[in-house]
């Protein structure tokens, strides 16, 4: 059965296939390091598109982040179960690493999705071994995680060594957009929900449901990172690469597709713009 209600925003839609946009072309590209920064894709709408994200470069920091304030003395997280070369890094290692990367003057200067103090944490994965570690039996197990600093829209990663609790390196990038983690299509959907512009998001919902839509709770989410082609209109728009800028995709649960792709939320600046095809 295929259900649709026409509207001027949001036309509900079924199958999955909403999910890429009919306008957009999806490009793969590799950042610095290795890719996956989650199991999200990441788009552009309105021309062009992203995939993927990653690890960034294992180089030496760049003043984002340092050692923690003099005369703090903080207990070590305890190691727990530790997998071994190249396993995937246990729930223990996980937990463990993200106490180690972020120090306190991190998280006093960032700010997360939400405007609270600390960066945004986006994933943690398995580091790869340096060049002359490659055929090493004993070589160091590391992560890198990933954040993403609202404050000043800068991708931070910071290299953690398992084998002796350091960070060996910090790097920050501008300009870089892996995709949203889960919390950020939350805060991505709640903005939306509170903006004039999710009117017809939240009709065809009753619609489809015969209930309101009030929280981004009711919606099963996919999303795009949005990066503005020259030209985009309106101009509110093209800071969309600079700031952290996404599309979303939701879905009612158990039920069809909303089609928002028009929509595009600014979650550096915290407001919703619709794309002017006009």
């Given at each position: 059965m295929r259900e649709t209600v026409h509207r001027h925003l949001g036309k509900v839609m079924a199958g999955a296939g909403i999910a890429v946009a009919a306008t957009a072309v999806m490009v793969g590209?590799?950042?610095?390091?290795?890719?996956?920064?989650?199991?999200?894709?990441?788009?552009?709408?309105?021309?062009r598109a992203v995939a993927g994200a990653g690890r960034q470069?294992?180089?030496?920091?760049q003043g984002q982040a340092g050692a923690a304030a003099p005369g703090v003395v903080e207990q070590a997280p305890a190691e727990g179960e530790k997998g071994t070369g190249r396993d995937p890094l246990t729930d223990d290692e996980r937990e463990r690493v993200a106490e180690l990367a972020l120090n306190r003057q991190l998280f006093n200067a960032g700010e997360n999705v939400e405007g609270d103090r600390g960066p945004q944490r986006l994933d943690i994965q398995l580091?790869?071994?340096e060049a002359d570690e490659l055929d090493a039996?004993?070589?160091p197990r590391r992560a890198d995680v990933t954040y993403y600093d609202y404050k000043d829209d800068t991708l931070v990663t910071r290299t953690v060594n398992l084998d002796t609790g350091k960070v060996e390196a910090t790097t920050t990038n501008h300009g870089v957009q892996p995709p949203l983690s889960e919390a950020e299509e939350t805060e991505a959907a709640r903005l939306l929900l509170a903006s004039p512009l999710a009117a017809g998001l939240k009709?065809?919902?009753r619609d489809a449901t015969d209930q309101a839509l009030t929280s981004p709770g009711q919606l099963q989410l996919n999303?795009?990172?949005?990066?503005?082609?020259?030209?985009?209109?309106?101009a509110a728009l093209a800071v969309c690469g600079e700031h952290r800028c996404a599309t979303l995709s939701p879905k009612v649960r158990n039920g069809p597709w909303i089609d928002t792709r028009d929509l595009v939320i600014d979650l550096s600046a915290r407001k919703v713009v619709a794309i002017d095809r006009g």
């Open positions: 590209i590799t950042l610095p390091g290795t890719a996956g920064a989650d199991e999200n894709g990441a788009a552009t709408a309105d021309g470069g294992q180089g030496e920091g580091g790869a071994p039996a004993d070589a009709g065809d919902y999303s795009m990172i949005f990066k503005a082609d020259p030209g985009i209109r309106p």
